[in-house]
């Protein structure tokens, strides 16, 4: 897929960070827009910056973890729209702690969102983009934490290494219809969920609102947007990428875990004395 002009982009998780930045690369490149997020404030105001590029975009609240919104929010899209070209089910929190602190209720509200919210997505969507015929292409927003483990973020990877695996999975069934999936796996990006991530331990030396600061420095130091992050989506889509690692630290991440899984274990293993030590 080459040219959005007229295209109908559906976005989840657009009110902030990279799902933002997609929806206003698509806009830009002329693409029809249906985005939409449970921040409504957020969402009024990229609704304003989408029809500062000329866009009309369909606006609504949706919960990803909700089933039945999620198909409620379907079944508007094709009535107002028509069809959808690009599916991009990128609505995600963070989490991170020791496993034995995650509750339960943690592992419902991440699961709920980081993986239910995918296969709502594409349970709902994917079938209506088969029967209207003419191909498209899907986009699950995963991560690096779904290539490679990091430390004391186990609920986390959990759910990302599932989005991986689905969306390689799905994507050798749909190209029986012409319609491509991708998953794209980001690495240190400074956006929102720095912010919004539930920390449920501390370290040594930090309890988790102060250890919750340094990472949202740290991630602010390395300075790398979530617009990068957008226009790789844009290039999966029209280059038809399967998983797609962005950041350097993913491409590295990835490509150790893969080469030795022995020699990972012992620097993951490592990297949880220090990460406890001196962050």
Known sequence: MKDFAAKTVVVTGAASGIGREIALAFARRGARLAVGDINEAGLQEVRKELEGLGAEPHVSTVDVSDAERVAEWCDEVYTVLGRVDVLCNNAGIGMGGRFEDVTMEDWKWIVGVNLWGVVHGCHFF??????????????????????????????????KYAVVGLSETLRAEAALHGIGVSAICPGIVDTPITRSAKLCSGTDRSTPQELQERIVRIYGRRGYTPDRVAAAVVKAVERNRGVVPVCPETYVGDWLHRASRKLNDINLARSVKMFLKYL
């Not at 003419?134 to 483990?149: C, K, Q």
């Open 126 to 159: 994917y079938p209506r983009m088969i029967a209207q015929g003419g191909g498209g292409h899907i986009v699950n927003t995963a991560s690096g934490a779904g290539l490679a483990p990091l430390p004391l973020m186990t609920a986390y990877c959990c759910t």
